[in-house]
């Protein structure tokens, strides 16, 4: 009898050790972060998930790597707001569950635009962003005549930690955009080329028209020839904290340097982040002699184009009229 007993005890044991690998358990409200640097045990690991609440014991994640074995566990900060059991957390770091926020760049957002984003997400507040991108110095040996970060600031899907501070996601986006600069083998100057390419990239909905757009562009500096580029007044608007979704005669006639119906050739330097189909559009222009382009009426975002005022003013007429119906 005593034999028996004494067989029934790791009988026992393991249906205790089972019980406790899956019941689910949580120890704290709401939500919990564990932050798991590179390097860290296994022992270490189990204690601060034990500290953070994520486990009853440190012995319970313990015993499911032991259950587990075989598979490594991925370091980084992970998220719990829920309960789990022991095997379920494990499963979680050995899969590299880690949290992390998503930041979709769009091609030609401006740093206004990244700088709301980022606060939307919970990241920081978009003045502390703004702040960051005024200050070009990660640019500058790049671009020496840059006054800010924008153009600079890489289009793209970015996954940031909560510890991602402005000056850091500022440097990634920077990063990327010298990448995908190095993979043009450009030998153009860097400040006309982006400054040119962002508006590109805002007057051009349709990809196949930026090559015209950059040409027109092109020929209006060639000859001397205003811009007159609704996006650069707009971005002056910005500037100035003015601007509130409508352009104002006051905005066409501001002396901004940055509005392009007040003076002659690009402006001080981009006004949004283009991607490198604009990029690309400025490098190899379209073969055109248009200096003019105008909206079609056909809700398609495409232009008709012009190389002579009257033919210009007749397409913005044929516009005008399609939309007073």
């Given amino acids: 009898m005593r034999a028996v007993r004494l067989a029934a005890i790791p009988l026992l044991l393991l249906a205790f050790l089972a019980l406790r690998e899956l019941t689910p358990?949580?120890?704290?409200?709401?939500?919990?972060?564990?932050?798991?640097?590179?390097?860290?045990?296994?022992?270490?690991?189990?204690?601060?998930?034990?500290?953070?609440?994520?486990?009853?014991?440190?012995?319970?994640?313990?015993?499911?790597?032991?259950?587990?074995?075989?598979?490594?566990?991925?370091?980084?900060?992970?998220?719990?707001?829920?309960?789990?059991?022991?095997?379920?957390?494990?499963?979680?770091?050995?899969?590299?569950?880690?949290?992390?926020?998503?930041?979709?760049?769009?091609?030609?957002?401006?740093?206004?635009?990244?700088?709301?984003?980022?606060?939307?997400?919970?990241?920081?507040?978009?003045?502390?962003?703004?702040?960051?991108?005024?200050?070009?110095?990660?640019?500058?040996?790049?671009?020496?005549?840059?006054?800010?970060?924008?153009?600079?600031?890489?289009?793209?899907?970015?996954?940031?930690?909560?510890?991602?501070?402005?000056?850091?996601?500022?440097?990634?986006?920077?990063?990327?955009?010298?990448?995908?600069?190095?993979?043009?083998?450009?030998?153009?100057?860097?400040?006309?080329?982006?400054?040119?390419?962002?508006?590109v990239e805002k007057e051009g909905k349709l990809a196949e028209e930026r090559p015209r757009i950059a040409a027109v562009f092109e020929n209006r500096l060639r000859i001397g020839m205003k811009l007159d580029c609704d996006p650069t007044t707009i971005y002056a608007a910005l500037l100035g904290d003015r601007y509130r979704g409508v352009i104002h005669r006051s905005d066409l006639e501001s002396e901004n340097p940055y509005n392009t119906y007040r003076h002659a050739g690009l402006p001080p330097g981009p006004i949004a982040n283009p991607g490198l189909a604009s990029i690309q559009a400025v490098l190899e222009p379209a073969a055109s002699d248009a200096i003019y382009f105008v909206l079609r009426p056909d809700g398609s975002g495409g232009h008709q184009f012009s190389n002579n005022i009257a033919a210009h003013e007749a397409a913005i007429e044929k516009y005008r009229h399609a939309y007073q119906r």
């Fill in 25 to 199: 358990y949580r120890g704290f409200a709401g939500e919990t972060f564990v932050d798991i640097p590179r390097g860290t045990s296994t022992e270490a690991i189990a204690g601060l998930l034990a500290q953070g609440g994520v486990v009853r014991s440190r012995w319970d994640f313990v015993a499911a790597r032991l259950l587990s074995r075989g598979r490594l566990l991925q370091a980084g900060e992970y998220r719990f707001n829920r309960a789990a059991t022991p095997l379920e957390v494990y499963g979680r770091l050995a899969r590299g569950d880690v949290f992390y926020y998503e930041l979709v760049v769009p091609e030609g957002r401006n740093m206004f635009d990244i700088a709301a984003a980022v606060e939307q997400l919970g990241l920081f507040p978009a003045a502390q962003f703004l702040a960051a991108a005024r200050d070009p110095s990660l640019i500058r040996d790049l671009d020496p005549q840059a006054p800010t970060l924008e153009g600079y600031l890489f289009p793209s899907t970015y996954r940031l930690s909560r510890h991602t501070t402005p000056d850091r996601l500022c440097r990634t986006m920077t990063a990327s955009f010298r990448e995908a600069w190095r993979t043009l083998g450009a030998r153009a100057g860097v400040h006309d080329t982006v400054t040119l390419a962002s508006l």
